[in-house]
């Protein structure tokens, strides 16, 4: 039976698949018709984020598609990046993932520290500033609605905040990919940590790597950039309660928080997906009548997992309101391009200077 809710959400979820077969549609006219080459220049997940904002702005989206769309970019996106642990073998988890974390932790200390010096000479809230630096530096705006009953933050403050990551985590991400595969000269773990470390949501660096993989034929990087960024998710559970800490200056508020409630639970999803490939692996490989049988799910799964990042970017692209973004006032950006700069800085000078230690 059918609910009310899920009522509610199916026009949204229908709009957001349309719109990204029509983008897929758009890709191959493009790489076939116009260029005659197998693959278009240009991105699905590209064409489905730009044309979204368009289209989104033109022509606003009726308020029974919104259920639907924000359900896509936060459930289905989730789905989406769970079904990347299909990818991975353990040993490329814990490769990556040993890689990633000194360089994730720097980041981070490196974004904390440089906020807390800027406060003081921009007129500009302590409250907005760290919620810009723990959206940039950890993931996003998960991170800022974690960490906003932590610090009191006002619902402007809020909104600030989420328009910085939104609007300086866009660019980054329609252009980080192209600026990482020439920059690192096309090295897979380089760019993978770079995107992984300097793009804001978890969403973002998924597209990011998405476009990646698909302009440059690297599924290896857009593995390593999920990774990394699923490694920064987890810092949420060190990060709030330190905020708490310093905030409160050691009176914390067991309401304030919940380990459960901050966790990133779809990381779980996205580890135990790789316990069943690498079990599948062992069980299914061994046997030539059931090899082909699971090479064709794990194809098949990839699949899946790429449709579900291009709705999720489809809807976010839908969803995006450009008149909210000028009403913000300019300092509070000034603070989260310095953020976002920062982030990417640090991640390439340590890559390029101390890269021997860890890389």
């Not at 006219?29 to 979204?52: H, N, Q």
């Not at 593995?223 to 490694?231: F, G, R, S, Y």
């Not at 690498?278 to 098949?300: K, R, V």
Request: glycine fraction near 8%; hydrophobic fraction near 55%; aromatic fraction near 12%.
């Amino acid at each position: 039976m059918i609910t009310d809710k899920t009522k509610q959400i199916i026009p949204g979820i229908i709009l957001a698949f349309i719109f990204s077969i029509f983008c897929q549609g758009i890709n191959n006219v493009i790489g076939i018709e116009l260029f005659g080459t197998p693959k278009s220049p240009i991105s699905t997940v590209l064409i489905a984020i730009l044309l979204g904002i368009i289209m989104g702005n033109a022509f606003t989206p009726r308020p029974g598609f919104m259920i639907g769309l924000e359900f896509t970019q936060n459930y289905i996106l989730k789905l989406g990046i769970i079904l990347l642990g299909i990818r991975l073998s353990f040993e490329e988890l814990l490769k990556f993932g040993s890689v990633a974390i000194p360089l994730v932790l720097i980041c981070i200390c490196c974004v904390l520290v440089l906020i807390k010096l800027i406060i003081k000479k921009l007129e500009i809230s302590s409250n907005m500033a760290y919620l810009i630096a723990i959206g940039t530096s950890v993931c996003g705006a998960t991170a800022i609605v974690a960490t906003a009953p932590v610090v009191k933050a006002k619902k402007t403050e809020i909104a600030y905040a989420i328009a910085n990551i939104t609007l300086f985590g866009v660019i980054a991400m329609l252009t980080y990919p192209y600026f990482a595969n020439y920059f690192f000269d096309g090295n897979e773990l380089k760019a993978g940590l770079f995107l992984g470390t300097s793009i804001h949501e978890t969403s973002q660096v998924a597209a990011a790597g998405l476009i990646y993989d698909q302009q440059f034929n690297s599924p290896e990087t857009l593995n390593i950039a999920t990774v990394t960024k699923l490694i920064r998710n987890t810092f949420l559970v060190i990060l709030i309660p330190l905020f708490a800490l310093l905030y409160s200056r050691g009176q914390i508020e067991k309401s304030d928080y919940s380990i459960l409630n901050i966790f990133p639970l779809f990381v779980v999803g996205f580890v135990g997906m790789i316990f069943v490939r690498n079990i599948g692996d062992q069980i299914f490989l061994s046997e030539i009548n059931s090899a082909e049988t699971w090479s064709s799910f794990i194809e098949i799964t990839k699949i899946f997992t790429t449709l579900f990042l291009t709705m999720a970017m489809s809807a976010i692209g839908l969803s995006i309101n450009l008149s909210e973004l000028r009403e913000m006032g300019i300092k509070p950006f000034v603070v989260g391009f310095i953020a976002a700069t920062t982030v990417g800085i640090v991640s390439i000078l340590t890559m390029e200077y101390f890269g021997k230690f860890f890389i």
